[in-house]
């Protein structure tokens, strides 16, 4: 490897030496991924498998001497999928427990802190920004279909996806915990 080579390159091509190019080999290395969480039955595997890219890429350009890139790669994913479950399991523990507080869920989610404030965040987000979350998060249509519609590229438009859920993640957390 000489000095201008990009390490993520060489990495993917030592995970993916059939691929003609380094494209290829990362859409073939993503195509793994996002399988595996599906296979896991995440709900959002390709938001997973691109969480599993990208704290892979932070390791190597962090300096992180990779000596066997699938089973490191193997062990992100394995990382991620946990905090994925654990998220999950959590929300259905939250739902849970409205249900067993109010009774009806019907009910519950009227009277619910955490329902109410994730209305009040959503509805704090400007209207163009809701319409792009709700149809990256539809079935409807491909989510490439969507960058391109908008004239970005995919991994542009996750990143603007990224963004738009930490804010509301921000939102979020600021209204559970309540003013101070």
Not at 23 to 35: N, P, S, V
Not at 81 to 93: G, I
Not at 101 to 115: L, M, N
Request: glycine share 6%; proline share 3%.
């Amino acid at each position: 490897m000489t000095a201008n080579d990009d390490p993520f390159e060489e990495l993917l091509l030592r995970l993916e030496p059939q691929a003609a190019s380094a494209a290829e080999r990362y859409c073939r290395l993503r195509g793994k991924l996002i399988r595996f969480f599906q296979w896991k039955r995440c709900r959002d595997a390709e938001s997973l498998a691109d969480e599993a890219i990208g704290r892979l890429l932070t390791k190597i350009y962090e300096g992180e001497q990779i000596d066997k890139p699938g089973g490191y790669l193997y062990g992100i994913a394995q990382n991620v999928l946990r905090e994925d479950m654990r998220r999950t399991a959590r929300l259905v523990q939250i739902e849970d427990e409205g249900e067993m507080a109010h009774g009806d869920s019907r009910i519950a989610a009227d009277d619910d802190p955490f329902v109410e404030c994730a209305k009040l965040c959503s509805a704090r987000l400007p209207d163009d920004k809701r319409r792009l979350l709700e149809q990256y998060y539809s079935d409807e249509g491909s989510r490439a279909e969507l960058a391109r519609g908008m004239g970005l590229s995919l991994a542009a438009l996750r990143t603007k996806i990224h963004r738009l859920k930490a804010e509301l993640k921000q939102c979020y957390q600021d209204c559970i915990r309540g003013p101070r």
